[in-house]
């Protein structure tokens, strides 16, 4: 019977240094935290200024289908979004609370760590019900900046195609 450290290693590329993993790790966490206290100028200057944020069905990609629920190819269309969100938030009040399970570091070559993560996140309405909103993983390229780990790609894939409810916040 293996241990849990021995399951961990195993699941991550051991060649990837301890300190990229660690940013990157603290990178991720920083992230949602942001979108769980709607901080979202901070979630912002989570990504560097080329990057992407993409929403995606699994079955979408597993069809080899490009079409994204939610396709932002640039920081400026991103922001743009959440300038949107600042209107729309308030038809649908509620918090999200993200669950993230270990971070798969894949591969880190020419300074870009590709990552993958799994999530949950649960909506919370003012009336007192909590519920699974969607569930699904990152898959993020991260850079490493003078300003630190950086985002330079978000793909968020979602298990299923169907969404409860619209999707304002970013997930």
Avoid at 8 to 33: F, G, K, W
Avoid at 36 to 63: G, K
Wanted: glycine share 4%.
């Amino acid at each position: 019977m293996k241990d849990m450290k021995d399951v961990v290693v195993a699941r991550s590329n051991p060649t990837i240094p301890a300190e990229i993993r660690q940013q990157a790790s603290e990178l991720i966490l920083d992230s949602v935290l942001h979108l769980d206290r709607m901080e979202l100028e901070a979630w912002i200057d989570c990504f560097d200024q080329t990057s992407c944020y993409h929403v995606i069905p699994r079955e979408n990609i597993d069809c080899g289908y490009p079409s994204a629920i939610i396709r932002c190819d640039s920081l400026d269309i991103i922001k743009d979004r959440l300038m949107v969100l600042d209107v729309s938030s308030k038809y649908n009040p509620h918090w999200d609370r993200h669950f993230l399970n270990g971070t798969q570091f894949q591969s880190y070559e020419n300074g870009i760590l590709i990552a993958h993560t799994n999530f949950m996140i649960v909506q919370s309405t003012l009336e007192g019900f909590s519920k699974l909103f969607v569930a699904g993983h990152y898959e993020d390229k991260i850079v490493f900046t003078a300003d630190g780990a950086k985002l330079r790609e978000r793909i968020v894939v979602l298990d299923t195609f169907s969404v409860p409810n619209l999707i304002a916040v970013p997930l």
